[in-house]
């Protein structure tokens, strides 16, 4: 009652809140703009309507009245964007009468792959670089049920095995050579428009295998082709250096980055990014780990908000890159992945102080508060 009365005197309807299950999941919400029908099973966790959260912290240190948001696609059931395009996939394979789904990973896809797989009664076989994925993604291909295969050798090795296995056996490939994976992942660019009401000045965007800036490339357009938003934002594609073939050019052979999501020399969805890239006037350009790394324990303790170290990229590229955006231009930063999906890369850096091995007393705690 205390509540209640404390309530109304703010001025605040005691009325029921409007109800956390009112979204049915990307197919359901953007039917009409995928290529689904009445026929194909939707098999749905419910991802998407992720929310776009203002970083005040960032759009200071730019200062000139530029706006920033990041689109936190962490926050989808397996802890990142990949969702969006496996809910599609897997949707689609079911449809088919597909038993088995096939993919290489850095860790994310094999994540969303094998819940949806598993949710849509299909077997999950995940193959990852042995040693090279964060222990989250690890734990989650096993929980949910995947078979997973830990080759030596790095993601592009990996993706042109399962290549050749789902040319060749009963499998279906749903990494983002799949065109349902990049259907499924363009919503997130009507989300950001539907909650802006218009595209944004700036996109920035971690880039590995390429497919995500694609997808959010076709997003927009068809947006804009449809008239929900006038104007397209640049691209803003950033790779971490010692994995940055599209800064580069070339494929780099011996891709190398603390951000192994997007420890990618050979990026398969290359020419759709390059054409976002050309026709949007935007840019690829390379982060370092430091420079990553900078990003990610300013997102954590500046904005609030923990994202993995690949997610980071964006808002690494969006400081290195600040002298070029333009005065009151509003900038979205695409959040990828969960920062709890790698703890491992939080635990070794950061800058909170750590207290360990105090004696339990109150005095002692107190003392190391610093009263
Ligand atoms: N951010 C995160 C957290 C990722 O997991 C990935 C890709 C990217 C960015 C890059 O997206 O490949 O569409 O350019 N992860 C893939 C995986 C490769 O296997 O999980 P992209």
Same mark, same amino acid.
């Given at each position: 009652?205390?509540? %209640?009365?404390?309530?109304?005197?703010?001025?605040? *309807?005691?009325?029921?809140?409007?109800?956390?299950?009112?979204?049915?999941?990307?197919?359901?919400?953007?039917?009409?703009? %995928?290529?689904?029908?009445? @026929?194909?099973?939707?098999?749905?966790?419910?991802?998407?309507?992720?929310?776009?959260?203002?970083?005040?912290?960032?759009?200071?240190?730019?200062?000139?009245?530029?706006?920033?948001?990041?689109k936190?696609?962490?926050l989808?059931?397996?802890?990142?964007?990949?969702d969006?395009?496996?809910?599609?996939?897997?949707?689609k394979?079911?449809?088919?009468?597909?038993?088995?789904?096939?993919?290489?990973?850095?860790?994310?896809?094999?994540?969303?792959?094998?819940? /949806?797989?598993?949710?849509?009664?299909?077997?999950?076989?995940?193959?990852?670089?042995?040693?090279?994925?964060?222990q989250?993604?690890?734990?989650?291909?096993?929980?949910?049920?995947? $078979?997973v295969?830990?080759?030596?050798?790095?993601?592009?090795?990996?993706?042109?095995?399962?290549?050749?296995?789902?040319?060749q056996?009963?499998?279906?490939?749903?990494n983002?050579?799949?065109?349902?994976?990049?259907?499924?992942?363009?919503?997130? @660019?009507?989300?950001?428009?539907?909650?802006?009401? $218009?595209? *944004?000045?700036?996109?920035?965007?971690?880039?590995?295998?390429?497919?995500?800036?694609?997808? /959010?490339?076709?997003?927009?357009? $068809?947006?804009?082709?449809?008239?929900?938003?006038?104007?397209?934002p640049?691209?803003?594609?950033?790779?971490? @250096?010692?994995?940055?073939?599209?800064?580069?050019?070339?494929?780099?052979e011996?891709?190398?980055?603390?951000?192994?999501?997007?420890?990618?020399?050979?990026?398969?969805?290359?020419?759709?990014?390059?054409?976002?890239?050309?026709e949007?006037?935007?840019?690829?350009?390379a982060?370092?780990?430091? $420079?990553?790394?900078?990003?990610?324990?300013?997102?954590?303790?500046?904005?609030?908000?923990?994202?993995?170290?690949?997610?980071?990229?964006?808002?690494?590229? %969006?400081?290195?890159?600040?002298?070029?955006?333009?005065?009151?231009?509003?900038?979205?930063?695409?959040?990828?992945g969960?920062?709890?999906?790698?703890?491992?890369?939080?635990?070794?850096?950061?800058?909170?102080r750590?207290h360990?091995?105090?004696e *339990?007393?109150?005095?002692?705690?107190?003392?190391?508060?610093?009263?």
């Open positions: 009652m205390a509540l %209640l009365e404390a309530l109304r005197r703010l001025g605040q *309807p005691a009325g029921r809140p409007p109800s956390p299950q009112s979204w049915p999941g990307l197919i359901e919400a953007y039917r009409s703009w %995928l290529p689904v029908s009445a @026929a194909t099973p939707v098999i749905t966790l419910q991802e998407g309507a992720t929310p776009l959260i203002p970083a005040p912290v960032i759009a200071a240190r730019i200062g000139r009245d530029v706006k920033v948001f990041l936190y696609d962490g989808n059931p397996t802890g990142s964007f990949k969006r395009g496996m809910t599609m996939a897997i949707s394979a079911r449809e088919a009468g597909s038993e088995a789904v096939i993919c290489a990973s850095t860790g994310n896809t094999s994540a969303a792959a094998a819940a /949806y797989a598993r949710r849509g009664g299909m077997r999950a076989f995940v193959l990852i670089p042995d040693g090279y994925v964060a989250g993604k690890l734990a989650q291909a096993l929980l949910y049920g995947a $078979e295969l830990a080759v030596q050798g790095n993601f592009d090795r990996a993706l042109a095995i399962v290549r050749e296995v789902a040319d056996y009963p499998v279906t490939l749903v983002s050579l799949n065109p349902y994976r990049l259907q499924g992942q363009k919503t997130a @660019a009507f989300e950001v428009v539907d909650t802006l009401g $218009e595209a *944004p000045d700036w996109l920035c965007i971690p880039v590995g295998n390429a497919g995500n800036i694609s997808a /959010y490339w076709m997003g927009f357009n $068809e947006y804009r082709n449809a008239g929900l938003c006038r104007r397209l640049r691209m803003m594609g950033f790779q971490a @250096a010692g994995a940055a073939p599209l800064v580069l050019g070339r494929t780099v011996q891709p190398d980055t603390i951000a192994t999501a997007i420890r990618i020399g050979n990026p398969v969805n290359r020419d759709n990014a390059l054409r976002a890239q050309s949007s006037n935007g840019a690829f350009m982060v370092t780990d430091a $420079e990553i790394i900078e990003a990610y324990k300013l997102l954590g303790s500046g904005e609030g908000v923990f994202c993995e170290p690949a997610s980071a990229a964006s808002v690494a590229g %969006l400081l290195k890159r600040q002298a070029e955006v333009p005065t009151g231009a509003t900038v979205v930063c695409v959040l990828t969960n920062g709890l999906k790698d703890p491992t890369t939080a635990i070794e850096h950061n800058d909170s750590f360990t091995g105090l *339990p007393d109150t005095a002692t705690v107190a003392r190391v508060m610093g009263f």
